[in-house]
């Protein structure tokens, strides 16, 4: 059984940036496609970022050029570095392991 967490949320002020880890147990990451979600309140969950087993990565429009999705199979943990933040960002933010194994979820907060 997978185990996610995730860590790294917190509030910042439009512009700012943030890095979220999802660090994995019981389970290799690099066998998996790894992805981040977000759910606002009140709002559906939202794809966020995928990357592939292979590296290959893909976005939802409104963060494109913006955030970034990473690995580091030594560490058996995922990254989304956040930069130029905006209000809209603020979410719960989650992260997968091919779309099955899911953690708690960190708190961002984007406010001025």
């Known amino acids: 059984q997978v185990q996610l967490v995730e860590s790294g949320g917190g509030l910042v002020q439009p512009g700012g940036s943030l890095r979220l880890s999802c660090a994995a147990s019981g389970g290799t990451l690099s066998s998996y496609t790894m992805a981040w979600f977000r759910q606002a309140p009140e709002k559906q969950r939202e794809l966020v970022a995928v990357i592939t087993t292979g590296g290959s990565t893909n976005y939802v429009g409104s963060v494109k050029g913006r955030f970034t999705i990473s690995r580091d199979n030594a560490k058996n943990t995922v990254y989304l570095q956040m930069n130029c933040l905006k209000s809209e960002d603020t979410a719960v933010y989650y992260c997968?392991?091919?779309?099955?194994?899911w953690g708690q979820g960190t708190q961002v907060t984007v406010s001025s």
């Open positions: 997968a392991a091919q779309y099955r194994y």
